[in-house]
Structure formats: C-alpha cells, structure tokens
T-cell receptor
C-alpha cells in the first residue's frame, strides 16, 4: 500500500458543486499539506497542518477549506467548484522537526471542473 | 525576485551526456535543499537532498550546494531517456519552515 493515498484519482465535477478530496497516510508524519499544480505555475501551497489542532492557510487558500480529522487524514474541500480550480492536486506529508527528508507526495487527484 | 528560480527549459541532452540543472534561491536563511523528479502526470519523487556546502553524490546524481552564491545544482551523469522528466528544486527555511518549490526544469534526453 502507498504511504500517502489520495482519493479519488480522477474527478470531473460541475461548476458550483461541492467536492472533497481525501488524503490518508501511514508514514506517521505530523505535518500534512495540500498543493495544486498547474502547467507553468508549479506547485502552489493551498493549506497545511502541523498537527490535528493546527491548520494554516497557504498562498492560494481562497475557495478551499480543509479538515484534519486525525493525524493520518487531511481532506481538502472545494465549497463551490469553479473551472479555474481545474488542476492536479497533491497531498504531501513530512516529519515534524529537523531537516528531514523533504516531503512524501501522494499520487495526485486530477480534478476537472466543467 | 521569486523565492526559488529555475530555468523552465526544455533542456535537451543526448543520451550518455551530463545534464546540468540549476536553481537559485533568495532566502539566505534556507538550510535544506531538495531535488524532486516528476514524470508527466505523476507525483514528485525525491531524488536528492543536500544540507551542507559542496557536493553530494548518489549513483549517477550529484547535488551541489553553494550557500554564499545561493544556488544549488543537480548533475545527472550518463543521462538516459528514462531521465526525461521535470526536475523540481525545493528549499526549506530552517528546521520548521515549509518547502518552497521552483517551477521546475523540463529535461529531455534524446536517444
């Protein structure tokens, strides 16, 4: 089983619909992140969480919300999807302190809003 | 100035050649540096990390760090077509900061 699992892998939804992307991890890491990736724009941080009670906005949080249900679960919601939220979404995890080994990424969710 | 800058490429090299990928960063407080490889439509995969000035070698990959000049590079020796991917440079501020990613350099290795 993958260390960081994202569901669904692909999703097509209509404008205005609410959608949730889910992420679970078996790494035992405290920190979890949601990124979106668009061609030419690289990886942009949406939200991150250092533990269950700590949620922080990233550089592009507008239109998104998150929930950290447990150490191992971090969900991203689009309350009312719009076409410019069409992107590849990645969940990632990391250790709490120290230089660590960087992030471990999930396989991604390709979201299309029509 | 963007925090982490990479030439977007594409960088094209022939099979067997050395590919050189460069990255500059703006925050002098950065302490940890990473290179990720990302195949099209796939997730980024960590291939190298470096924390101290100098070179770090792992197989065909060598990461180079120069904190005074604020650049980090990745050399790929004996490049193979399977190395064709986008390479992301990532920089971490201190031990608590988040990773800041560059936009990536697309590498194409021609047989």
């Amino acid at each position: 089983d993958a260390d960081v699992t994202q569901t669904p892998r692909n999703r097509i939804t209509k404008t205005g619909k609410r959608i949730m992307l889910e992420c679970s991890q078996t790494k035992g890491h405290d920190r979890m992140y949601w990124y979106r990736q668009d061609p030419g724009l690289g990886l942009r941080l949406i939200y991150y969480s250092f533990d269950v009670k700590d949620i922080n906005k990233g550089e592009i949080s507008d239109g998104y919300s998150v929930s950290r249900q447990a150490q191992a679960k971090f969900s991203l919601s689009l309350e009312s999807a719009i076409p410019n939220q069409t992107a590849l979404y990645f969940c990632a995890t990391s250790e709490q302190t120290g230089t660590g080994d960087g992030y471990t990424f999930g396989s991604g969710t390709r979201l299309t809003v029509v | 100035q963007k925090e982490v800058e990479q030439n977007s490429g594409p960088l094209s090299v022939p099979e067997g050649a050395i590919a050189s990928l460069n990255c500059t960063y703006s925050d002098r407080g950065s302490q940890s540096f990473f290179w990720y490889r990302q195949y099209s439509g796939k997730s980024p995969e960590l291939i190298m990390s470096i924390y101290s000035n100098g070179d770090k070698e792992d197989g065909r990959f060598t990461a180079q760090l120069n904190k005074a000049s604020q650049y980090v590079s990745l050399l790929i020796r004996d490049s193979q077509p399977s190395d064709s991917a986008t390479y992301l440079c990532a920089v971490k501020r201190g031990s608590q900061g988040n990773l800041i990613f560059g936009k990536g350099t697309k590498l194409s290795v021609k047989p």
